[in-house]
T-cell receptor, first 116, second 117 residues
Framework: AQSVTQLGSHVSVSEGALVLLRCNYS??????LFWYVQYPNQGLQLLLK??????LVKGINGFEAEFKKSETSFHLTKPSAHMSDAAEYFC??????????????FGKGTLLTVNP | GAVVSQHPSRVICKSGTSVKIECRSL??????MFWYRQFPKQSLMLMAT?????????EQGVEKDKFLINHASLTLSTLTVTSAHPEDSSFYIC?????????????FGNGTRLTVT
């Protein structure tokens, strides 16, 4: 069984400030972890993923995330927020190679607003 | 990159009618497609897993007779909401797994906003 907890349903930052979106997971098998972004009335766009190997993963639009097994976390960061980063962000976990059909379990999402 | 096309993007229908939503993988073959439902300001809930040429696997609590899924080819899966009611109004999103590439990440369509009046 897998689950994802995103701490903070709403995060507000100023333009140029650090973005930190928190994600903790639980998984009975080594996880695959993902961050997706969703703009209003649109589908999900993959920001980055962790499967195996390097625990610090870089994604699109300047985002990165670090897999910390000891903390069961996969927090998303960006050094400097841009107005265009305002969107809903979802953390997701899959059971990796041991997961059934590679189904994704999503967190409840974090709405990021960026203030000018 | 892998593209998943979902159609229509928006649909309004009357209570009691049926609505079909299509999900197509445009530049890859998808042996497995997933259908999600998203309520306003909430997360995505997996409804069912669709495998090409076989019956869909529904998640607990999802009515298979109400949400008919067909995955007749490696590039097309359809979700039909039968006898729709206002409580079926939601945002439906499909995703697909590339048959030949890495199994993850999944590629998502842009979603369908269903409004039942």
């Amino acid at each position: 069984a897998q689950s994802v907890t995103q701490l903070g349903s709403h995060v507000s930052v100023s333009e140029g400030a650090l973005v930190l979106l928190r994600c903790n997971y639980s998984s009975s098998v080594p996880p695959y972890l993902f961050w997706y972004v969703q703009y209003p009335n649109q589908g999900l766009q993959l920001l980055l993923k962790y499967t195996t190997g390097a625990t610090l993963v870089k994604g699109i639009n300047g985002f990165e995330a670090e897999f910390k097994k000891s903390e069961t976390s996969f927090h998303l960061t960006k050094p400097s927020a841009h107005m265009s980063d305002a969107a809903e962000y979802f953390c997701a976990v899959s059971g990796g190679s041991g997961g059934s059909n590679y189904k994704l379990t999503f967190g409840k999402g974090t709405l990021l607003t960026v203030n000018p | 990159g892998a593209v998943v096309s979902q159609h229509p993007s928006r649909v309004i229908c009357k209570s009691g009618t049926s609505v079909k939503i299509e999900c197509r993988s445009l530049d890859f073959q998808a042996t497995t497609m997933f259908w999600y439902r998203q309520f306003p300001k909430q997360s995505l809930m997996l409804m069912a897993t669709s495998n090409e040429g076989s019956k869909a696997t529904y998640e607990q609590g999802v009515e298979k007779d109400k949400f008919l899924i067909n995955h007749a080819s490696l590039t097309l899966s359809t979700l039909t909401v039968t006898s729709a009611h206002p409580e079926d109004s939601s945002f439906y999103i499909c995703s697909a797994r590339d048959r030949t590439g890495a199994p993850l990440p999944l590629h998502f369509g842009n979603g369908t906003r269903l409004t039942v009046t």
